[in-house]
């Protein structure tokens, strides 16, 4: 009997070490891959080579464009019956509902054990340093099912010492400063000053006084509804929030305390909402603002007949007259309030890249996805090679990328071309400060996130904001849809009957909290506390 235990004792140490030993011997792994229609393809990828020879790996590649969707589905539900079985998903867009369905069934192995030091030290290093990364890529089980990926591009890419996204301060005001400078008017600082400039600007209908339009051209203010760039929220702010657009996510404020809220139910949005009504009443308001789009502003604006409005910069909206012009500060409402709602950008997702429970070593092919993570890898991986997209280094050590007429007379296309064609996709994190390290982002971003940092943070009193990239559970997902549509149509539809129309009365006031209580208020906060309150637990 005892002989007998001690064989299958030994056959059963065999076994294991033989398991053990296929797993560090597995140098070749199958990855099924997304692939953009214009891509050169990766097995002769210069980037992608060397890097797996670093990592001394060799990778099979199955890339798809069109059907990708249909094949994933396939080859995911056969995976573990397969002869030859993928041991990664990569750019196929996977959910964070798809992640936690095939964690939680065994398809995809919790990575948590594998980000390291010693296995992937440069994504241990950046969640670390990055822990809002971490916490958008760690699902409601604790568990990692796929790596990070997503593109920031924030102040410190442009050497600030925060990092506010591109995205903070979506609404740029501005204001005709020759039609001040005509009529003796300094730059308003409050509501009511710009109240008495919009005023003088029609009362002396500056767009034909100035600009020799013909008369009755000025409109004193235009700007979209609550459009992203170009919507008149951000003169809400003199009422203590920006609800920039209406949309529930991004209708929520969050303050230092961590308290998550909507506005559209608080009395400082109704006095708002009221405040402006006299504006629009007099004509001060363009009374299109509810029905045009982009280039029907545009062409106002360009065309010499707006004294002030909202974009993300003032040359694109103001054209041949943008000299003319000059930034808002951020005004102050009538009892001297003023708050500005940052908006969060660059969101990171998990699903670009997931290891399978067939690997039988992942260790090894984590350390070639490992090497996504170093800033010059992933500008390869984004733009092409040195030596062909990146041609030169400046004196800071920066790489200088390939111009149009270079690369036309190179390689017969434009920058963009090369750049689709040599592009891979998959987890690739590009972080604010990779653009003051190891690339130069273009020009026109590193000018609106100057204005940002340097001109429009100073009025930003509490830097919260709600992140994008929360993880919310199916059920959480389930009742938002189920509430999310009546709720934003309640709101968006009532404030623009309020601006045209008037009021609300205290009773109308009453009805409308009433109504959006049934369309699921209260639950949609909770679910939002809910998840903001996970999502600062995960760092």
């Known amino acids: 009997m005892k002989k007998l235990v001690s064989l299958i004792l030994a056959m059963a140490l065999m076994l294991s070490l033989v398991s053990f030993a296929s797993a560090e011997e597995q140098t070749q792994f199958n ?86 030091p010693e296995i992937m030290p440069n994504l241990t290093a950046i969640l670390e340093s990055h822990p809002a990364v971490k916490a958008a890529i760690t699902m409601n089980d604790g568990k990692i099912y796929g790596l990070p990926a997503g593109e920031q591009m924030g102040t410190a890419g442009i050497g600030k010492e925060k990092d506010y996204s591109i995205f903070s301060v979506p609404q740029f005001s501005m204001i005709n400063k020759a039609w001040l400078d005509d009529l003796g008017l300094e730059v308003p600082t ?70 998550v809220n909507f506005v559209s139910d608080d009395d400082n949005y109704r006095a708002a909402l009221t405040y402006f009504h006299d504006w629009f009443a007099e004509g001060l308001m363009d009374l299109e603002m509810f029905s045009q789009d982009t280039n029907q502003l545009i062409a106002k604006c360009s065309g010499g007949r707006v004294g002030v409005s909202t974009w993300w910069e003032i040359n694109e909206i103001m054209g041949e007259h943008a000299a003319d012009y000059v930034y808002l500060p951020i005004l102050t409402g009538p009892d001297g309030t003023s708050n500005v709602n940052l908006r969060t950008g660059g969101a990171t997702n998990a699903g670009q890249l997931s290891i399978t429970a067939q690997c039988k070593n992942p260790a090894k092919l984590l350390s070639f996805y490992d090497l996504w993570y ?31 007429e270079e690369s036309r007379e190179k390689y017969n296309k ?36 100057a204005d940002t940092y340097d001109y429009w943070m100073q009025f930003v009193k509490d830097d919260s904001f709600y992140p994008q990239d929360c993880v919310f559970t199916e059920a959480e997902l389930d009742d938002i849809d189920y509430y999310r549509a009546d709720f934003e149509k309640a709101v968006s539809e009532q404030e623009a009957l309020w601006i045209k129309n008037g009021g609300p009365t205290d009773q109308e006031w009453e009805a409308y909290k009433s109504y959006l209580e049934r369309c699921g208020m209260s639950t949609l906060l909770e679910i939002y506390q809910n998840v903001y309150d996970r999502y600062l637990a995960a760092q």
């Open 31 to 116: 990855v099924l891959s997304g692939i953009s229609a214009l891509s050169g393809g990766y097995e002769n990828s210069e980037v992608l080579n060397a890097m797996q020879e670093q990592a001394g790996i060799t990778i099979k590649w199955d890339t798809w464009s069109d059907s990708l969707s249909e094949v994933v589905g396939t080859r995911i539900s056969g995976n573990a019956a397969s002869k030859d079985p993928i041991d990664a998903f990569q750019a196929v867009g996977f959910s964070n509902y798809d992640l936690m369905r095939y964690g939680s069934a065994g398809t995809f192995i919790d990575l948590t054990p594998y980000i390291t």
């Open 190 to 259: 409050t509501l009511d000053e710009l109240h008495t400039v919009l005023t003088a600007f029609k009362e002396n209908d500056m767009s034909a006084k100035y600009y020799g339009n013909e008369a009755g051209s000025t409109i004193p203010m235009s700007t979209g509804y609550d459009e992203w760039c170009w919507g008149q929220n951000v003169f809400y702010a003199g009422f203590g929030f920006t609800n920039w657009i209406n949309d529930v996510c991004m209708d929520l404020v969050v303050d230092k305390d961590g308290k």
């Open 374 to 404: 170093e800033g010059e890898n992933v500008m390869q991986l984004q733009y092409g090679p040195i030596g062909v997209y990146f041609t030169a280094q400046d004196e800071k050590g920066m790489w200088i990328s390939i111009t149009d």
């Open 414 to 449: 434009s920058s963009g071309e090369l750049k689709a064609q040599m592009e891979v996709a998959g987890p690739k994190l590009i972080l604010s400060e990779y653009y003051n390290e190891y690339f130069y982002m273009e020009d026109r971003a590193q000018e609106r996130l």
